[in-house]
């Protein structure tokens, strides 16, 4: 059960009523999430920016849905989880490949090292080696795709702790 109300942009006050009035006019609906966040004109603020960011970011967008969905499993959020799912699916990302990211891996190896990464800077990234590193640009990928990871972790905490805070969860 929702602990906070959902806002608009009539009932929203000072920054956040902007934020809610631009979203509505662009996209005609936010969801409960995002009206929910307009408490806080700050941190509404703050995940659009992030979100808006990590749009441009050059991880490839699979790998990011089953990172997202490799750390949604262990923070609990099935608000989070349920759309990281959809979302890997609507790019073609089969049932085995996300229940082995929901277990924190995959059947590829390149994947699997970036969702253990993932999983690390979620859960300890005081741990991550420098040959963890190196196994992920031995796997090809750059600096900028393996910083890229920081930024989709990052989101996730912010969603799925502000939707487990807000007693947020899926609709039936």
């Known amino acids: 059960m929702p602990r906070f109300p959902k806002l608009t942009p009539s009932s929203a006050v000072s920054a956040s009523r902007k934020l809610l009035g631009d979203l509505v006019v662009r996209h005609s609906h936010v969801g409960d999430m995002v ?16 979100s808006r960011a990590m749009r441009r970011a050059k991880l490839d967008r699979k790998i990011s ?22 979302a890997a699916r609507a790019l073609g ?23 253990r990464l993932g999983v690390l800077v979620y859960r300890e990234p005081s741990s991550i080696t420098d040959a963890q590193i ?36 899926p609709r039936d």
Request: negative net charge.
């Open 35 to 50: 009206s929910t966040m307009a408490h806080s004109p700050a941190l509404l603020g703050g995940y659009l920016q992030l």
């Open 65 to 86: 849905e089953l990172i997202s969905i490799a750390v949604q499993s262990r923070q609990g959020c099935s608000l989070c989880l349920d759309s990281h799912i959809a």
């Open 93 to 115: 990302v089969s049932e085995s490949a996300i229940e082995a990211a929901r277990q924190g891996t995959s059947p590829f190896p390149a994947i699997a090292a970036m969702i």
């Open 134 to 169: 190196d196994e992920l640009r031995a796997f090809g990928y750059s600096t900028r795709e393996i910083a890229d990871v920081v930024g989709v972790v990052s989101l996730n905490l912010l969603t799925g702790a502000f939707n487990l805070v807000a007693g947020l969860t």
